[in-house]
Structure formats: C-alpha cells, structure tokens
C-alpha cells in the first residue's frame, strides 16, 4: 500500500516511517509537514492512505481530510492524535480509524488494513464533536494535477456556468467541483446567494444599483467593471437584508 | 469557572438556618445569660435575675438567627467584612426593638418592679451590653470564616495545580518523540528522557508554595529543551532575565504553564514558528515578568484553552501576596502577552 505521512513534527514522522519499515510491505510515497504540502504531494503520488495528524498549524488534519475527500480517487484517512480528548470521542462515535501517538506497530497494521474513505457528513459530525471549526479555511481548485487552495477570505464569488463552478477571487478564476448549493450551506453565514447561479461575499459587495431596465446589479468592491453581477428579483430582499446587517 | 469558585469561597456567615447552627447560638446565647446572672449574684435574686436575663437572650437569640437566615442571601453579597456589619446592626435593632417591647410590657402590667432603672437607661445598659457580645459574636465568626475561606482557597489551588501538572498532550508528544529518538539518536532519547523525569519530579515536588526564581527559570528551560526536540526550529524563546534576583520566591510553577501556554496555543499552530518573548524586571522593589508570544489570527481561538492555567496561577498569586499581586492578560490579533508583578521576597525572610 501507498502511504503519506502527515505530521508537523519531524519525529512524529520519522517514528511511523521507522515502523512502516519494519512492517515491510508498505510502500512511504511521501512526508508532508502541513495540510497544504499533504495535498499536494497526495494530488502528486495518489496514496492508498494518508497518516494524518490533527493538530496542524495553518490547515489542520480535518479539513486536510476534507480536500483529499475532493479528489476523484479519494485516499483513505487515519488520524493520528496524542490527546484530544475530544477529537478522541468523536472518533469513536463515528468509527474512524485513528491511532494515539507513540503509535504501536499492531495497531498501525490494523488501522491499515481496516482503513477506509471517510464521508465528508462524518468528517463534519467529528469536526463539530471535537469542537474544530467544521467549514473549510480555503477552496480547493485542480488543474490537472495541480492542487490550488484559496483561501475563503480571498474569494469574491461563485458562479456557474453551465456545468461547472467558477470560484472569483483576488488572484483569479479556477474552476472548482463544488456544488453551489452545497457552497451556500457550508459558507452560508459569509456568502449570499444573489442568483440561480452565484453566491456571492457579502463583505465584497460594494453597493446595489438599479440599471436602466429596472434591474438590480451588485457592484462589487474588487472595481472589476466585469464584476457586476444581477440579483435575481426573489433574492433583492435577501440581499439587501444580509447588507444591512452588515 | 470562575463564577463556580467564587460561589464556593463566598459562604462567609454560617448558616443560620441550620438546625445545628440554631442549638449552638441557643447554648451560647444561655452562658450568655448564665454569665450576667452571676454578676449581680444573691443567692435570694440568681433564680429570678436568671430566668427574666434567659427569656430576654433566648428571645433576642431566636428571633436574630431567623432573620439572619432570611436575609443571609443578601448581606453575603455586601462583601466580606461588610457581611458582618450587617449582622451586627440587624442585630442591634432588634435587640433595641425586643428591649423597648420588654419595658412596654412590664409597664402594661405595672410590674416594672422588675426592671430597677429608668427607660432610658435600661435601653441604654441592654445596648451597651449586648454591642459587647454581639461584636465579639461577630469578631469570632468573621475570624473563623476567614480561615475556613483561605484553607478551601489553598485546598483548591493545590487541586488545580495538582489538575494543572502537565498537559496530556504535551506528555505523550514527548512520549512519542523519544520512542522516534530511542532509533535515530539514542544519545538524545537518553537527555530526553532525563529531562522529562525532572520535569516530572518537579511537578510532582511542587506541593511547596514557592521556589526560587532560579528553580522556577530552570524547570522552565528543561521544559524548553524537550518541546525544542518536537518543534525543532519553530520554537525560539528568548529569556531577558539576568536583571532578576535569583533568589527571590515566586509561586512554584509559574513560569513552565506560561510557556506551556505559549507553545500550545501560539507557536504550535505557526506554520513558521514564533518566538516567545521572556523579559524580567525589578520596578520600585517589585518583580516584573511579562511573557508574550505570537498567535495565528485567522484561527478562530477557542475559549476556555488558556483560561484553566490562567486562573490557577491567579489562584496561587492571590494566595501568596493577596492585593500586593497582580496577574494581567493582553491579547490582540497577532499576540498574547501576560504580565506577572509581585513583592519581591526572599527565602528566610
């Protein structure tokens, strides 16, 4: 089996690539130090699991699991925690494959053999009983086999074309495979839906206009003159009520 | 948290509705009256003088403690000492009430043969005497109050230090990078594991109040030492203390959860690291230590992580300088920072 390591500290790693190497038929395809690395290299060497510790500066071990989720052959998760009483729990209530650290061969070969893909509606349920901030910090966009975080805070809006969605945000435009129903759930107390087909920051709207036809336009603080989006007639009254609450 | 423990030091004034409470003050109240009898003995009088003095005590007693118990809600919420002036007035007014009730019914049923004085002055000898006891009856209960207070204060500090010894996870991280050690560089397992044992012992031996500023900046730089071996270069800490007096006291185990702190809610979830930030001064005969160290701002910081230290070390400053102590908290987007300023004081002194 292909395996990732994921850990921020290097001799968390070194300890389960020393027992991976006694353990024999394990093949380690990667080290990462962070989430954002771990994705890359997953995007990269496609592993069978990924060894993946929880806390984690800057994107941490659940929402890492969240965007591996997204990959269209997604690999099977283990946690591995020294104590998080809570996360711990949630483990259990969930049946997640997780390991507490110094890891034991036994229970690493058995976590391995028993590993399986998590659902994102698990992840979530162990993200709110651990008390971990269940919505994603950033978007996850492919090209290819490149793997492009955008950070929530960067993005302008979602919109989508005919099959896809675009996500526009300060450094561009990617396509993303997100839904925008599902966007609207998850992001719902940041994001507004304006249209059948774009949900937008509220903090980068800039005003509401009327154009000529009587329509309602949101002008959008980026100053893009492209960046003028119509709101349908049955979300104006949704919108202008997200604005004033600021 | 908070809230909870001042609820369980608050109880100042007992509790007068208790069935046990109302025989004491009842017993006391009749070697009170015992007591005035015997004053102005004659073995013709003692009977009479005894039993007129009880009924007087006993009634003031009785009705005392059952306002008491009503109003005993309230007047703990006037503070500590305040608690008890109210006791004390409640109690003066009631006894001047009784005492004017007294004479009017004696006079009623012109019998005030019994009472040798005249209103005035018989007002004024029950008031004098009865402020005497009552204030002693207050003195005492305040005194005692104050030590069952600061022996539940010391108890559940212990507790919370006890609670408080070292974080789980900061043991099995520890745990796990010697067992990743004892293979790649058994030479550093081996520091390691001697540094954790005096970690250990120094926690365990921190059932004294205080250590030595030197003992305390130690155990804190063995703790660095093994956190330095799991974050590598992440972790900087930078001591500015060669101003401070060696020898003074501080509450034991101060500095190492400060830095346990700052390690785990700051520098652990830096992608880059961070340095914490250790600065001693002496200011005006008084130690000055202020400990701060970068967080990531876009997290959003859970509540109630930093609290459980915090308000232990609060705890065991107030225990040792009480208002002489003050233990401050600033937190921005990028930082937390805390700030210990205490007496300085010396062993043997």
């Excluded at chain 1, 599902?182 to 839906?193: A, I």
């Excluded at chain 1, 009327?210 to 100053?223: A, C, N, P, Q, W």
């Excluded at chain 2, 948290?1 to 003050?25: H, N, R």
């Excluded at chain 2, 009623?108 to 004024?124: G, N, Q």
């Amino acid at each position: 089996m292909k395996v990732l390591i994921v850990d921020d500290e290097p001799p968390a790693r070194n300890r389960l690539r020393q027992i991976l190497a006694d353990c024999g038929d394990h093949e380690v395809v990667g080290e990462a130090g962070n989430g954002r690395e771990a994705l890359d290299i997953a995007a990269r060497t496609k592993p069978d699991v990924v060894l993946l510790d929880i806390r984690m500066p800057g994107i941490d071990g659940i929402e890492t699991a969240h965007h591996l989720n997204k990959a269209e052959t997604p690999p099977a998760v283990v946690f591995t925690t020294a104590y998080d009483e809570y996360a711990i729990d949630a483990f259990d209530a969930s049946a997640v494959g997780y390991l507490l650290k110094p890891v034991r061969r036994e229970k690493l070969i058995q976590a391995l053999a028993q590993a399986s893909r998590l659902s994102g509606d698990v992840l979530d349920d162990i993200g709110k009983q651990a008390g971990v901030a269940t919505h994603r910090k950033n978007i996850c966009a492919r090209l290819h086999d490149e793997l492009r975080l955008i950070p929530v805070t960067d993005i302008y809006y979602f919109i989508a074309d005919q099959k896809y969605v675009s996500v526009v945000h300060k450094d561009g435009r990617d396509l993303i495979e997100d839904s925008l129903k599902s966007l609207e759930e998850e992001f719902g107390n940041r994001f507004v839906r304006i249209h059948r087909g774009a949900v937008v920051a509220v903090d980068a709207i800039d005003t509401l206009r009327r154009d000529e036809d009587g329509r309602t336009r949101v002008m959008l603080r980026s100053g893009n003159s492209d960046d003028e989006l119509l709101v349908s007639r049955r979300h104006v009254a949704n919108v202008k009520r997200r604005l004033r609450k600021g | 948290m908070q809230e909870s423990d001042d609820k369980q030091t608050q109880a100042y004034l007992p509790d007068f509705c208790a069935a046990g409470t109302i025989l004491v003050i009842l017993l006391v109240a009749e070697l009170v009256a015992i007591l005035l009898a015997l004053v102005s003995y004659t073995p013709d009088t003692f009977l009479t003088e005894l039993s007129k003095i009880s009924m007087f005590v006993l009634w003031l007693a009785l009705l005392g403690t059952g306002v008491l118990c009503q109003i005993r809600p309230w007047a703990e919420k006037q503070g500590h000492a305040g608690a008890f002036v109210v006791c004390f007035v409640v109690l003066e007014i009631l006894c001047l009430l009784l005492a004017e009730i007294t004479w009017q019914l004696t006079d009623m049923f012109a019998e005030a043969v019994i009472i040798d004085a005249t209103h005035a002055l018989f007002l004024l000898k029950t008031f004098a005497a009865s402020s005497i006891v009552i204030a002693l009856a207050m003195r005492y209960l305040y005194i005692s109050s104050e030590w069952r207070r600061s022996i539940l204060l010391e108890s559940q500090s212990r507790i919370s230090a006890l609670q408080a010894l070292i974080r789980p996870h900061f043991l099995f991280n520890s745990m796990n990078t010697i067992a990743s050690l004892t293979r790649s560089n058994p030479q550093q397992a081996e520091e390691a594991v001697e540094d954790l044992a005096d970690l250990m012992r120094a926690n365990l031996n921190s059932s004294s109040d205080r250590s030595t500023l030197k003992e305390e900046l130690e155990t804190a730089a063995i703790y660095q030492r093994i956190e330095k071996l799991r974050l590598g270069e992440r972790l900087k800490v930078i001591w500015d203390v060669a101003d401070l007096p060696m020898r003074a006291l501080i509450p034991s185990l101060t500095i190492q959860p400060l830095l346990e702190n700052a390690i785990y809610h700051g520098i652990e979830l830096l992608q880059e690291g961070g340095e914490v930030r250790v600065t001693g001064k002496c200011i005006d005969g008084r130690l000055d230590i202020r400990m701060s160290n970068p967080v990531a701002n876009e997290r959003a910081r859970k509540a109630g992580g930093n609290q459980m230290a915090m308000s232990n070390i609060r705890q065991r400053f107030e225990l040792a300088y009480g208002h002489r102590a003050s233990v401050e908290v600033t937190e921005t987007d990028s930082e937390y920072s805390v700030h210990l300023a205490f007496p300085i004081e010396e062993p043997g002194k």
